[in-house]
């Protein structure tokens, strides 16, 4: 049986520090996850 899995990638932009794109990051995974989404990654 087949099953589809939605998978969202976190881009952030720029920022003056790890934490600062890892909050961001964390504020567009709980949108993503609300939308559906499965799988979160991010691109780097």
Known sequence: MA???SVAC???GP???VL???E???AFGIVAVVRGA???TRPE
């Open 3 to 5: 099953r589809s899995l």
């Open 10 to 12: 976190l881009q952030t």
């Open 15 to 17: 920022k003056a520090g």
């Open 20 to 22: 600062a794109a890892l």
């Open 24 to 26: 961001e990051a964390f």
């Open 38 to 40: 499965d799988w979160l």
